[in-house]
């Protein structure tokens, strides 16, 4: 017959039991308090680099996106604040609120053109407009750490994929699968015709037609009843080409 342990084992096991754990627990401990030490470490170096290379981070723009690598890295969001050290150092969230308040000033202004669908490489365009700057200066890095602080104004601000495109949405739209399908079609000509999607889709006429009526009640689309074989274009500013997006005076 198998004898059972007794209390003084139990109690033994436990105290075992006990050990390991604030072994463990030390073990633990010494390893966040090393990493804690370590990554004060890399944001002293970080601040240090940023003294030295303050000129290069403020005017050039790929230099600026490596340098937000390196902080993520680390954990350090110099846009957090526009106070502390980062601010003293770069001023850089002076940069990215300055640029954040023009891009909901441009967003706004071509409203009625692209029914608060803009591209993103044509809003670069009219920013480096406004503020007198070559296309270079400024790069889509910064347009979207920029629209990524506007979220918080619970707008709609927000970068959207749409086939090799990325569109900023201004108005709080919620476009489904079906929507994005009929944007991604018409970059290739600038619009599309029930017909096209029915195609290119295999959709009933039915969905076709309610996809782009949502979409022109939306603002996004325009109509055009005017060509010779009788089937309507839907037409969509935010992904036609043309040179007269970027000439919209954005005041």
Not at 120 to 126: E, P, Q, S
Not at 154 to 164: K, N, Y
Request: aromatic letters at 6%; one cysteine or more.
């Amino acid at each position: 017959m198998r004898r059972r342990p007794g209390i003084a084992g139990l109690q033994n096991a436990a105290a075992t039991r006990d050990q390991f754990r604030l072994v463990g627990e030390n073990v633990a401990k010494v390893r966040t308090d090393v990493m804690k030490e370590q990554l004060a470490t890399f944001r002293s170096q970080l601040e240090e680099f940023a003294r030295k290379h303050k000129s290069d981070i403020r005017k050039n723009p790929i230099f600026r996106q490596q340098f937000h690598e390196m902080c993520a890295k680390v954990g350090v969001d110099p846009l957090a604040s526009n106070k502390g050290v980062w601010a003293e150092l770069l001023g850089i969230g002076d940069f990215y609120y300055e640029l954040g308040v023009q891009i909901v000033d441009i967003c706004i202004a071509t409203r009625s053109h692209n029914g608060g669908l803009i591209d993103l490489l044509d809003l670069r365009k009219l920013l480096c407009q406004k503020r007198k700057a070559t296309l270079e200066s400024l790069s889509e890095d910064d347009c979207l750490r920029a629209i990524s602080k506007l979220k918080v104004l619970g707008s709609g601000f927000e970068v959207i994929s749409v086939g090799r495109r990325k569109l900023v949405r201004s108005v709080p739209t919620e476009l489904n699968k079906d929507h994005s399908g009929i944007l991604g079609l018409a970059q290739a000509e600038g619009y599309v015709t029930v017909e096209q999607v029915e195609k290119e889709f295999s959709w009933s006429t039915g969905r076709a037609i309610d996809a782009l009526e949502t979409l022109l009640k939306e603002g996004l689309a325009m109509i055009d009843d005017g060509h010779r074989d009788g089937k309507r274009r839907y037409w969509f500013p935010c992904v036609t080409v043309s040179s007269d997006t970027t000439s919209v005076e954005a005041k």
